[in-house]
């Protein structure tokens, strides 16, 4: 690498040789007009707006600093009447295309421009081409390019038909310096929309991620459409984008395993009379959550869709829980959230909230304290199950509003609540693979879908597979004080395990007579540890007695006698119901 | 010329099967009659109860006794046998678990008597005349064993030294029994002189057996044919394999039909029958109870399936006594 100096407007510094003079002013903080110009493309050299004077040797040149590479010894200029008298000669043309571009304007002004010499032109593509090098350079859809020459030029999609080759990433928009490009409006509105996921394709998937590090979205990531764009890894400084990186399955050998593989919330379309999905401000609490977020979509503001903000929220309990049609579980966690949106909306937007609850369970350290706050607060609360919401108005002050239809049960009668927006407390449920993770690790379900502890009281983390824990709303529905503090205990266990480096077997487990054992295989599906196995060379079942429960299934499924049970032989048995019946 | 070791061989209750198994034997029955002294023999001997009474006892070196004890005449002979016999030999399934004629336990003396004197169209004379024990037609006094409510093994009439299963038995397993106790080489009292493992061990079609078997329909013989190679239970055919001893060399699944279980369960099998129903149950495809109804109900005969052989040795033994059948 060479370095060489270079003097801009009086302040002395060095560069790499050849560096666009453009890149060196920016870094020193000289400002140099641009249009055409934009990093992550090639320089064009075509708007001129950068001219300045260079001065080398005894030469003086006017240059334009985007595609000027540097050299040593040289001296610029940026301001000198010359550069400017030039500067505004083009801006006179520009203008005399694109009179009524405000940025062209707003660079006229500074350069003394009332009146354009040429007149102002009804145009508002300056042909600078930037979205035509996005497209082919960056993007690599090339669904855009130059037509016609001379005065007649303009930019456009080849015979002006709709190009299958976009994409719609909208980077024409973004770059294009005059905003001569827009979307479409449907293409605008899905943009516009809030999501609840990522925004881009590249993303950390949770600010508490581990490992802390982005991933990309194959599905999304313009890459792997047109293989191009690399954007990201261009502007990675610590260079530590890799395209090429490929899905790998990793085996690891561990001693033990801690299963937390949580919950999913229940799909308030399954509790259709709240009319989720039909009435775009029916909202879940998770949405809300994401809206009160300070770096989310919203910025922290509570809004409509419309983007207004609300007057009034409703905020409804018991979402798929505590409901035979749904989930007859209480959640344990949506009371307390609900609580802390009912804060959150009221502080952030002014809105009157209402709570609709069939018990308040506040039942936590500082929980029932909070509960008395928003009561103090102001927050209305309305004990009853809300029998459905819609925007049927039957005076004019429901009109335009959602109206919930709730039996009051303290106050004795059926009300109708107006709000503006209405938020579904949605509990917890089993993930929808929990039925194949359990068989994975030869746990049990309870009937709801939640894995099953050895023992509610004296084994909370342990499972019927020694060496497999669960931790969090895997096992059940809580919230994170509870999560956290069974976590540690099942990080315990887990330690405990290793630390010991062996395992204690219960003694009374099946064991298989390979002298006898037919290698029928009835035994083997029946297992539900997955403990026996058949040997294709022995052609006999094999039990792996480290993996045996004593369940005894095997031993009553074995037709002939070679599946056997420490402890509970045929023999014992029959003598054990010998001694019962000849008392 | 030392004197021979004695044979007897008995029939009780059963078909001749096991008579014909010991031809079967065929030129090998000749080292066998070189070899031994047969003292009785009805099937191919004239020999009279008397002789074998004027026996001193302990005099027979082996008595091999076929067929269930079902009346008062075949429990004198076998406990008369026993006195006089060294050894004695359950021989076939019938005096291994009491056999086919076994199955008449799902009905008692009473019953069976409506059945063949009084209910069956092709009676000839009176119907509803019953065989007495004793009667005097035109003054001469006649007597017939006593017909009893319930057919039993061997060995829950006698003491029985060893088991030779099937129906018939093997003649393998006969040479090698015989050939076992002329040479002494005896195993522990009580054996069943046939290898201890189940019949899907040699079964030519083991290797077709899924991983996992899933019956969601049960087929019969009488209704479907099988695919000759590939395996019963696999199949949806009813195939007691599984639960019943090895050693009769698969004549039936070579001739295309599923096991019966006449080699009887493994040792210390209390229960056959239930110890396939047990398996058999894990198999079942349906997971309600209306489904698995359904399923068994395409089984006719449960117990003549499950229990052909064994019903007289099983845990119930029989039908409870005065039950309606």
């Known amino acids: 690498m060479k370095l060489v100096k270079v003097t801009i407007d009086g302040i002395r510094t060095e560069a790499e040789d050849r560096t666009p003079l453009v890149q060196v002013a920016q870094k020193i903080g000289v400002k140099i007009p641009t249009l055409c110009h934009h990093p992550l493309v090639e320089p064009y050299g075509v708007c001129r707006i950068c001219t300045v004077e260079v001065h080398m040797r005894g030469r003086v040149r006017l240059v334009t600093a985007c595609n000027y590479p540097v050299t040593d010894g040289i001296e610029v200029f940026t301001q000198t009447d010359r550069v400017r008298r030039t500067r505004k000669l083009i801006l006179e043309w520009l203008l005399a295309r694109c009179g009524h571009v405000p940025l062209l304007n707003t660079l006229a002004a500074e350069y003394g421009i009332t009146e354009p010499r040429f007149g102002r032109g009804d145009d508002t593509c300056i042909l600078c081409g930037l979205c035509v090098r996005v497209c082919s350079d960056v993007v690599g859809a090339h669904a855009l390019g130059f037509f016609n020459r001379g005065t ?44 609840l996921g990522p925004m881009t394709a590249i993303y950390i998937p949770t600010m508490q991620a581990v490992p802390h590090q982005p991933v990309i979205d194959y599905d999304s990531c313009i890459h792997f459409k047109t293989d191009a764009c690399r954007v990201c890894a261009a502007v990675c400084e610590a260079k530590a984008i890799d395209h090429g990186q490929q899905d790998r399955r990793e085996e690891i050998q561990v001693g033990s395993i801690i299963v937390a593989t949580g919950f999913q919330p229940v799909d308030p379309q399954k509790v259709p009379q709240y009319g989720f999905g039909r009435y775009p401000n029916v909202v879940t609490a998770l949405q809300v959550e994401h809206m009160v977020n300070a770096s989310g979509p919203t910025n922290g503001q509570v809004l409509l869709k419309d983007g207004s903000r609300p007057q009034s929220v409703g905020i409804i309990h018991c979402v798929g829980s505590r409901d035979k049609n749904t989930h007859e579980y209480c959640s344990r966690v949506c009371c307390m959230y609900s609580l802390k949106l009912a804060h959150l909306v009221h502080e952030r937007s002014g809105a009157k909230v209402y709570n609709f609850y069939i018990d308040m369970r506040s039942a936590g350290k500082g929980y029932e304290e909070f509960y ?15 029998a459905e919401v819609s925007d049927w108005a039957v005076t004019p002050a429901e009109q335009g509003k959602l109206v919930i239809r709730v039996e009051d049960t303290l106050a004795g009668l059926v009300r109708r609540i107006p709000v503006d927006m209405v938020v579904l407390s949605t509990g917890l449920e089993a993930r929808e693979d929990a039925d194949e993770v359990r068989r994975l690790f030869n746990m049990s379900c309870s009937s709801e879908g939640w894995f099953l502890e050895r023992h509610p009281k004296l084994a909370p983390v342990s499972t019927f597979t020694d060496g497999v824990f669960i931790a969090g709303c895997a096992q059940g529905p809580k919230d994170i004080p509870d999560t ?45 540890f997955s403990a026996i196995e058949f040997s294709r060379e022995k052609k006999v079942s094999t039990l792996n007695e480290a993996l045996c429960k004593g369940c005894g299934t095997c031993v009553a499924a074995c037709p002939s006698h070679a599946a056997q049970q420490h402890h509970f032989t045929d023999a014992q048995i029959m003598t054990e119901i010998e001694g019962v019946l000849v008392r | 010329m030392a004197e021979k070791p004695k ?72 406990h008369m046998l026993r006195k006089k016999a060294r050894i004695v030999v359950a021989f076939g399934a019938c005096a291994h678990l009491g056999g086919i004629p076994g199955l008449a336990n799902l009905a008692d003396r009473r019953r069976i008597f409506d059945t063949v004197y009084r209910e069956v169209p092709t009676q000839e004379g009176q119907p509803g005349t019953f065989p007495q024990e004793s009667s005097e037609p035109d003054g001469n006094r006649l007597a017939l064993p006593a017909f009893w409510d319930e057919v039993k093994a061997l060995d829950q009439v006698i003491d029985v030294d060893y088991y030779l299963p099937g129906c018939a038995p093997p003649p393998k397993l006969i040479w090698g029994a015989i050939e076992a106790i002329l040479t002494g080489a005896l195993p522990p009292k009580g054996a069943v002189l046939s290898p201890n493992k189940a019949c899907c061990d040699d079964c030519p079609r083991k290797d077709s057996k899924p ?95 499950f229990y052909r052989f064994s019903l007289p040795k099983s845990l119930l033994h029989r039908r409870r006594p005065g039950a309606t059948v």
Request: charged share 25%.
């Open chain 1, 484 to 528: 956290v503090a069974q976590a540690g205990a099942a990080a315990a266990e887990a330690l405990a395990l290793i630390d010991t480096g062996q395992v204690e077997l219960e003694a009374y487990t099946a064991w298989i007579d390979e002298e006898r054992c037919s290698g029928c295989q009835i035994c083997v599906p029946l297992c539900p």
């Open chain 1, 372 to 386: 008395n706050h928003l009561l103090e607060e102001g927050c209305e609360f309305i004990r009853g199950r809300v």
């Open chain 1, 152 to 195: 007649t030029r303009y930019v456009g999609t080849p015979y002006d038909e709709p190009s299958d080759r976009c994409i719609a990433c909208g980077a024409c928009v973004e770059v294009c310096p005059t905003g001569c490009i827009t979307m479409d409006d449907e293409v605008e509105q899905i943009r516009g929309e809030l999501p």
């Open chain 2, 7 to 78: 044979v007897a061989f008995y029939w009780c209750a059963s078909c001749g099967g096991c008579e014909e198994a010991v031809v079967d034997l065929e030129e090998q029955i000749l080292k066998v009659v070189d070899a031994v002294d047969i003292v009785l023999w009805p099937v191919a001997l004239d020999f009279k109860r008397r002789d074998i009474e004027a026996m001193p006892d302990q005099s027979i070196a082996v008595a091999f006794i076929n067929g269930g004890i079902r009346m008062s005449e075949q429990e004198e002979w076998v």
């Open chain 2, 211 to 305: 991983d996992k078997i899933e019956l969601t329909e049960i087929k019969r013989p009488a209704t479907h044919v099988a695919d000759p190679d590939l395996c019963f239970l696999a199949q949806g055919f009813v195939c007691l394999g599984p639960a019943t001893r090895s050693g009769c060399g698969n004549p039936c699944i070579e001739g295309n039909m599923p096991c019966r279980g006449c080699m009887g369960p493994m040792d210390d099998v209390f229960d056959q029958g239930a110890k396939f129903l047990s398996a058999f149950a894990s198999i079942l495809a349906p997971k309600t109870e209306a489904e698995i109804d359904r399923l068994l109900d395409q089984i006719p005969d449960p117990v003549g399936t």
